[in-house]
């Protein structure tokens, strides 16, 4: 209901129906349906959120839209007050191949907390790495380092055309990074 002017035209009946497998809202209507079973092949939809996701859509799909959307929704409307310590900050991260495409994710994540007065309320600081809300929950950029991952308490993390991520052969692999999010989520309920 926020953002659904952001999000007007059938294009977009798509996401949804992945929105809610995603988040295991299995409501569906029966068009809905059709889709997500056309999409994933499945016989059943996911009535509890998924822990991992990995999407694959070709250019100009709305991806990135989409990430951003999740990443805001995941910083507003969670509360990660319970396994944050006094003064520690969640991070979510928006990773992608190098800065410039990462940017692109935190352009959209910033116009949809600006869009909304509500959450344009919540920033605290916006600067070229990232948006500090205030609740505790700061939406940083990445690029696709295994080291850069390290040290903080990663309530999510988007990866952004990992396809084009480096492999096994590279100094940073993207399973390396993957190995390294995995231990920085695993005690926040609820991390995507």
Not at 68 to 80: G, H, K, P, Q, T
Not at 137 to 165: K, N, P, Q
Request: hydrophobic share 50%; with cysteine.
């Amino acid at each position: 209901q926020l953002f659904g002017s952001l999000f007007v035209g059938p294009t977009w009946m798509a996401w949804r129906v992945v929105l809610k497998a995603v988040f295991g809202l299995s409501v569906l209507d029966e068009a809905e349906w059709a889709l997500f079973h056309q999409l994933t092949g499945r016989t059943q939809a996911p009535t509890q959120q998924a822990r991992e996701a990995f999407v694959i859509v070709g250019r100009r799909g709305g991806k990135s839209r989409i990430a951003a959307l999740i990443a805001v929704y995941l910083a507003c409307f969670r509360s990660y007050t319970t396994v944050l310590a006094a003064g520690e900050r969640g991070v979510i991260m928006l990773i992608a191949s190098d800065r410039r495409q990462a940017r692109v994710l935190k352009r959209y994540v910033s116009g949809f907390l600006n869009a909304v007065p509500m959450l344009a309320q919540m920033i605290v600081s916006e600067t070229a790495e990232g948006i500090e809300l205030n609740n505790r929950i700061i939406i940083e950029i990445h690029t696709a380092s295994f080291r850069s991952t390290r040290g903080y308490t990663v309530v999510a993390a988007i990866l952004d055309e990992m396809a084009f991520w480096p492999t096994d052969d590279a100094a940073s692999p993207d399973t390396e990074i993957l190995n390294a999010l995995r231990p920085a989520m695993a005690t926040v309920p609820g991390a995507l």
